[in-house]
């Protein structure tokens, strides 16, 4: 009986793992040193040693590639570990923050991204997508268990808690790009969980208006008694 040997997959049908994260790394490294507006997958294929052909059976362009950087990047989730408290929760999550939008390349990246998509529609929906998903799941973890524990009311607005946490130190490393060390972080949390019970305190909103842990579509989170 002779056994015949399967010819390996070639060509479009081999997509290497390690390959695709070396392109990835390649377009972040490229879009923090030249921008969007003059990355090339030229310079991406040679800055990942691998030739054109290669991006192109991942990506049909330049926006596919960086699209799907951007959906890869905002995929990755910050932890949100249980502390115990509010103040414990937020702080771990300010640290988090400030340390991955503080990192060199997204200090690069993210101003840059945000000046195109005022320009590019598909680039403004992908990081408004990412955003809201990102928010989404801050309230319905951090919020949703502040609100177990009683250290907050239900009923407050989601959004607006929300921007409470992630507003100041998004200005803070984006927009006026100034550091923060933990001591600062520490002053900040401190500063962020009493607007937070202020706001709460004067929320008009009902005692079922909180975070649900199911599905958030994409237009508003999804609220238990909704």
């Known amino acids: 009986m002779t056994t015949e040997k399967r010819r390996a997959p070639a060509g479009a049908a081999v997509l ?8 990835r790394a390649a377009v972040m490294q490229e879009l923090a040193e030249v921008g969007y507006g003059r990355l090339s997958i030229e310079a991406v294929a040679r800055r990942a040693g691998v030739s054109k052909t290669a991006i192109y ?38 640290l988090a923050a400030s340390a991955a939008l503080g990192h060199p390349l997204a200090s690069q990246i993210i101003p840059d991204l945000l000046a195109e998509a005022a320009r590019n529609p598909q680039i403004a929906e992908t990081l408004q997508r990412a955003m809201r998903d990102y928010q989404a799941r801050i309230g319905e973890i951090v919020i949703g268990r502040a ?10 607005d989601p959004w607006a808690v929300v921007d409470l946490i992630v507003g100041p130190i998004y200005w803070r490393l984006t927009i006026s790009r100034t550091s923060l060390d933990a001591a600062q972080v520490g002053i900040l949390t401190t500063a962020v969980v009493a607007a937070l019970r202020v706001a709460c305190a004067g929320s008009p909103g009902r005692a079922d208006d909180v975070w649900d842990d199911r599905t958030v579509p994409e237009s508003e989170p999804r609220r238990i008694g909704a």
Do not use: F, N, Y
């Open 16 to 23: 290497r793992g390690e390959i695709t994260t070396a392109i």
């Open 57 to 94: 059976r991942r990506w049909r362009s330049k926006l596919d590639l960086v699209l799907d950087m951007v959906t890869a990047v905002a995929g990755r989730r910050l932890p949100l570990l249980d502390t115990g408290s509010l103040h414990g929760d937020v702080q771990v999550l300010l």
């Open 147 to 156: 609100v177990t524990r009683g250290e907050l009311p239900a009923g407050a």
